[in-house]
């Protein structure tokens, strides 16, 4: 098994809904990562976690919230989202060693209205 | 200077044509480098990493110059499916947060 599953594919939300991101990985990766695309633009990082404990929040606003609840897991919580956050949400995993690159998720595009 | 520099393109080539990017990275201490490809709307898929020694899958090709501070990707005998973004990441090494996303190549294969 060679994929990162994230669901939902598409979310619309409100700016004062809750809602979360799934993602999973059954490749024995130890480190994960969540990523936001804009239009036109490279993938940005947001956090990431590294055997189960996060090691990098990209002064991500308390907003979004991950979790990674364990190694093969990765949630990301939603919370009181502007407009702005629209985007595709993108998650990877690595073996945790950087010189293999990583697998991406298809993401979840998120328009928040 | 950026960390990693692409040009945007787009480059638009006939099918079967052989086409180069670069992309060119400021910290000469980076220690790895690799080749994604992105369709629209698609995920990053990495494509190939990048040595010192070069390294070759089909048709394409990716070579790295440590002391010019550049990558490239050649693909040749062009395929309407090559079209694509290409993005150029480069790991200056030292933590996960060390990982740079070029802004892409934007690749057109016309019939």
């Known amino acids: 098994d060679t994929e990162v599953t994230q669901t939902p594919k598409h979310l619309v939300m409100g700016m004062t809904n809750k809602k979360s991101l799934k993602c999973e990985q059954h490749m024995g990766h130890r480190a994960m990562y969540w990523y936001k695309q804009k239009a036109k633009k490279p993938p940005e990082l947001m956090f990431v976690?590294?055997?189960?404990?996060?090691?990098i929040n990209e002064s991500v606003p308390s907003r979004f919230s991950p979790e990674c609840p364990n190694s093969s897991l990765l949630n990301l919580h939603l919370h009181a989202l502007q407009p702005e956050d629209s985007a595709l949400y993108l998650c990877?995993?690595?073996?945790?060693?950087?010189?293999?690159?990583?697998?991406f998720g298809s993401g979840t595009r998120l328009t928040v209205v | 200077r950026k960390e990693v520099e692409q040009d945007p393109g787009p480059f638009n080539v006939p099918e079967g044509a052989t086409v180069a990017f670069n992309c060119t990275y400021s910290n000469s201490a980076s220690q790895s480098f690799f080749w994604y490809r992105q369709d629209c709307r698609k995920e990053p898929k990495l494509l190939m990493s990048?040595?010192?020694s070069g390294n070759e899958d089909g048709r394409f090709t990716a070579q790295l110059n440590r002391a010019s501070q550049y990558i490239s990707l050649l693909i040749r005998d062009s395929k309407l499916s090559d079209s694509a973004t290409y993005l150029c990441v480069v790991n200056r090494g030292g933590g996960y947060q060390k990982v740079t996303f070029g802004t892409g190549t934007k690749l057109q294969v016309i019939p």
């Open positions: 990877a995993s690595s073996q945790g060693d950087q010189d293999y690159g990583y697998t």
């Open positions: 976690y590294s055997y189960e404990k996060l090691s």
């Open positions: 990048v040595y010192s």
